[in-house]
């Protein structure tokens, strides 16, 4: 029993980095692309306040909520895989 509680720490911790990395990496590009777009259309007024308003409208995206995937998709497997092994 100590070892499965053993194992999830290590996994969350892992899941978390890679939770974190996934979502600076997201941000990021989300950034590239409305610096470009910003570029693109020639627009005139403040360039960081359009990009920072961009990425207010991005925190609220399924995007940004499909990375939480992340931590699911791995939980779900470990415990399918489990029940596999053990019940049929």
């Known amino acids: 029993m100590f070892a499965m509680f053993r194992l999830f720490f290590v996994l969350m911790i892992v899941l978390t980095i890679v939770y974190v990395c996934l979502s600076l990496y997201s941000r990021a590009v989300r950034r590239a692309k409305l610096k470009a777009q910003w570029d693109a259309e020639g627009q005139s007024g403040d360039r960081d306040a359009f990009v920072e308003a961009g990425l207010k409208a991005y925190d609220g995206s399924l995007r940004r909520k ?22 049929m």
């Open 66 to 87: 499909l990375i939480l995937g992340v931590y699911v998709i791995p939980i779900c497997a470990i415990a399918l895989l489990v029940y596999v092994t053990n019940f």
